[in-house]
């Protein structure tokens, strides 16, 4: 990047800097670089009758891009649709056009925003009679909570499936208003409701939602509502073993789970177009379920990572807060956090074992080869924080 482009992107961010922290809602934004590509997740179910899916985005402030996570949430008023807001490229510059509430879906710049949200149009779902009835082919709602719902598998054929790019122009998605949408354009619009705003603030002030920090995999990626459940397990896993309630093992197992879950949903993805079929999505969100109580119950079960107040204790407990570090920031995948955990689950066994054989010390020669190893894990952890490759999400 030449001098000047340089020097106009920190006017930029220091004018964004002077501004109150709710106008990020509304105000023209443009950027000089793209955004990063949309990140894979699973939406969560539906909370209540009569939310609406409101997809995930990149959003820009101060220090950069960062993540909204996708959230369901109250319309405005009965018979109101979202129209996500969308980065289109134009004049050298990424400009963020923001969403809107509406009677009709609007152009959102043919992003591919998942969930019904495919490009063109709205699929998840119509409102009929005064109440919101969902489309399960689409979108993930507990029919034992929620009753409005029909199935109408025909659209996820239908559906125009682009690519990951999370912007409209040259090298990300090439698409123009159609006539139904222009129309819906110029109708009556209503802005962001104060929840969507809080939910954007909270994300701007959460740095693990920063691209610069997660590298394009956010901390926390969906949630059911506005300060509700956070469905991202990475970022459970990542607190029970920096808390000492997950034990080397138990975070390798649950990491060696999630690895697997995410090639499936990479694997599923890649066979059907970027998409998943209502099939693939219940058996990820049941295995999902599974992880989850899976989590809870090694958090919370007898066995706890207690090292002692000693040097070997504390070196211990230092690889484990650098591990938990990457896993929530998102520089270790899955599957590197489930090999990293596996050195430490075998140091870990081997000072039990001389700990046991020598009345519960350690040699000057057993503590050497324990130290010894350990520096071998550490340069592990680092060049899996600090290496290029990302596991699919």
Known sequence: MSFFPRIRNLIFA??????????????????????????????????????????????YGPAGYYWVPGVWVAPPA?????????????????????GYW?????????????????????????????????????????????????????????TVV????????????????????????????FAATSTQTAHLQAAGRDRNQLASVNHGRPSTMAMNSVNGRRYDQQGRIANGASSGQLTAGETRNLEGREANLNREVHNDRAANGGTLTPQERSQVNRQQNNLSRSIYNDKHNGATAQYGNNEVGARRDEQQQRIANGIRSGQMSAGEAARAENHERNINRSVA???????????????????????????????????DRRAPR
């Open 14 to 59: 220091l004018a964004l800097c002077a501004l109150p922290a709710g106008a990020f809602a509304g105000v023209f934004v443009s950027v000089g670089f793209a955004p990063p590509v949309l990140p894979v997740y699973v939406q969560p179910p539906c909370p209540t009758p009569g939310y609406l899916w409101t997809p995930g985005y990149w959003a």
């Open 78 to 98: 009965v018979g109101l649709l979202w129209t996500p807001g969308y980065w289109g490229f134009g004049g050298g510059f990424y400009s963020w056009h923001p």
């Open 102 to 158: 509406g009677p009709h879906v609007g152009f959102y710049g043919g992003v591919n925003y998942g969930f019904g949200y495919g490009g063109v149009g709205f699929v998840g779902g119509v409102w009929h009679g005064g109440v919101f009835r969902y489309n399960t082919a689409v979108v993930n709602v507990n029919t034992t909570v929620i009753h409005n719902t029909y199935v109408d598998r025909t659209v996820v054929n239908n």
């Open 162 to 189: 682009n690519n990951r790019a999370s912007f409209n122009g040259r090298g990300g998605v090439i698409a123009q208003p159609t006539a139904q949408e222009r129309t819906a354009m110029n109708e009556h619009h």
């Open 353 to 387: 074992a001389d700990h046991q054989a020598n009345g519960g010390k350690l040699t000057p020669q057993e503590r050497q080869n324990i130290n010894r190893r350990q520096n071998n894990a550490s340069r592990q952890i680092y060049n899996e924080k600090h290496n």
